[in-house]
């Protein structure tokens, strides 16, 4: 395809790319770059919408790139066969070509969560019980996806049942972090962050419980935003939260927020744009007052970061809450557990509980502990810290911890036994940072924060009060106008060398 010149200015851009809010980086100008997968999500719908580049030649580039790196960093999983791939850009290609535009995503590459089903594509979860079950139907948000014109082309790698912050299982292996194959890419949503951070993917989905989008987004340096509960999610409302939550992740803020308009039930984030930080006020928890194991260097990052934040005009102070947290951990706990009498069929099946890990298990023979007493008891917990963070709210802007306890770490190792010296007692104790956000249901987004000595990456959460979720990703669009974290990209690797 011949390239022309694409835009001659940002204006004309900005009209082209049609954002959900004015700022907009990382513009190219002049000729489209050699390697069309360096290009952000929105900058690349703009070029297919533009016919500066085909949809052809899109996937052509993406699947090279997945041939070339994912055999070493196993992001990606149950791919689609090429060939019907490239007939599916093609007929993309004829589509634009008769001015028929399905959406932003219009014959771009996506693969989706392995935890959601894509009609004709194998459904794993990432356990062997489901080794070869192939969906029948697309799951909602894959239909909204769809819906915006993406191509399918297989699904990120996920640990069993989502369970667990290290991307690995029995089905498919491990994935490793964008920055160290060696290393976790974190999880469950493992395969889609490791995806973004090795350009192999444009933009990626990814579900929340206990950090699963952001843990994730740390250990592969990318945006990774868990929403309030009810913008994506049809169950539950402002009183009584979900636990969990799908949500987007982009390789930058805005590439996040267009993917969490497709996303969303109610699409209204429609015109945002970098915060003042003058005058903005964070609260900085830190490690809750050494309540929480942290490995050297990353509170360090963190600091770092926010004395940058700090610089640009915002007032950051420690803040510790004022709550039992070892009864937050109870009522985490207690709650978790008790979603999972929903597997009890697989337990009870002695075949079937043969295939299952330990941890999920164990989180079942919880389960089956609890009393009533137990779980009541763990929702007035939770109520009373959702009143806790509400107040903290009416002083603080946004409150701020480390996104991880940890950094990546191998990928052979299930799960850290010990941080600091501190023996964790569950196979979750160490992402005990993230139960925070997860309990109030609040907007939360992981933001980079830079990486150790080691050039592994690490990132922090910024936590707003529930249903302000504009106001969240506004910040973290102001966040990457002061910092430059973003732009270091991995030393990637192939299975060769």
């Not at 719908?45 to 997945?66: P, T």
């Not at 959601?116 to 194998?122: E, F, H």
């Not at 169950?235 to 636990?243: F, M, T, V």
């Not at 009373?384 to 009416?394: C, P, S």
Request: glycine letters at 8%.
């Amino acid at each position: 395809m011949h390239r022309r010149k694409f835009l001659k200015n940002t204006a004309a851009f900005a009209t082209l790319l049609s954002t959900p809010f004015s700022y907009s980086h990382g513009l190219f100008v002049g000729n489209l770059p050699s390697d069309i997968t360096s290009l952000s999500a929105s900058d690349l719908s703009v070029a297919i919408r533009e016919k500066q580049i085909s949809c052809l030649e899109v996937m052509q580039a993406y699947l090279k790139r997945i041939d070339l790196y994912n055999p070493m960093y196993n992001a990606i999983v149950s791919r689609v066969n090429e060939d019907k791939l490239l007939k599916q850009a093609k007929l993309a290609d004829q589509a634009l070509a008769i001015n028929e535009y399905w959406g932003w995503m219009h014959g771009m590459p996506h693969a989706i969560k392995d935890l959601a089903p894509v009609k004709g594509l194998p459904f794993t979860s990432g356990s062997p019980m489901f080794r070869n079950r192939i969906a029948e139907e697309d799951g909602f948000l894959v239909t909204k996806i769809r819906n915006q014109g993406a191509i399918f082309i297989g699904k990120t790698n996920t640990p069993e049942f989502g369970l667990g912050s290290q991307c690995y299982n029995p089905v498919f292996g491990a994935t490793g972090s964008a920055y160290n194959p060696k290393l976790t890419s974190g999880g469950s949503s493992g395969g889609a962050a490791c995806g973004l951070g090795t350009h192999m993917l444009p933009a990626a989905d990814g579900g929340d419980m206990m950090g699963s989008l952001r843990n994730p987004g740390a250990f592969n340096n990318v945006i990774g935003f868990r929403p309030s509960t009810t913008v994506v999610m049809e169950d539950g409302d402002a009183e009584d939260r979900l636990l969990w939550t799908s949500g987007p992740m982009g390789r930058d803020t805005r590439d996040t927020i267009r993917l969490l308009q497709t996303m969303a039930i109610n699409p209204v984030f429609g015109d945002l744009n970098p915060l003042n930080l003058k005058d903005i006020k964070l609260g900085w928890m830190g490690n809750l007052d050494n309540y929480l194991a942290m490995e050297s260097g990353i509170l360090e990052l963190c600091e770092s970061s926010l004395n940058k934040v700090s610089d640009a005009g915002a007032k950051v102070e420690p803040v510790k809450p004022d709550f039992s947290l070892s009864d937050l951990w109870q009522s985490w706990t207690t709650l978790r557990h008790s979603g999972r009498t929903n597997m009890m069929e697989y337990y009870e099946d002695p075949v079937n509980r043969k295939l299952l890990k330990p941890e999920l298990i164990w989180e079942i023979e919880q389960s089956l502990i609890l009393s009533e007493e137990d779980i009541s008891n763990a929702k007035r917990i939770r109520r009373d810290w959702n009143a806790t963070i509400d107040r903290l709210f009416e002083t603080y802007d946004f409150l701020v911890l480390p996104t991880a306890q940890v950094f990546p770490f191998s990928k052979e190792t299930h799960w850290p036994q010990e941080i600091d010296g501190r023996t964790m007692d569950t196979y979750h104790r160490w992402m005990e940072v993230v139960i925070l956000g997860s309990l109030g249901g609040i907007p939360v987004v992981n933001i980079p924060v830079g990486f150790d000595a080691k050039e592994r990456p690490m990132g922090m959460q910024i936590m707003g009060k529930f249903g302000d979720d504009k106001r969240v990703l506004e910040f973290a669009l102001a966040y990457e106008q002061i910092t430059t974290h973003l732009s270091k990209r991995p030393k990637l690797i192939t299975s060769a060398e």
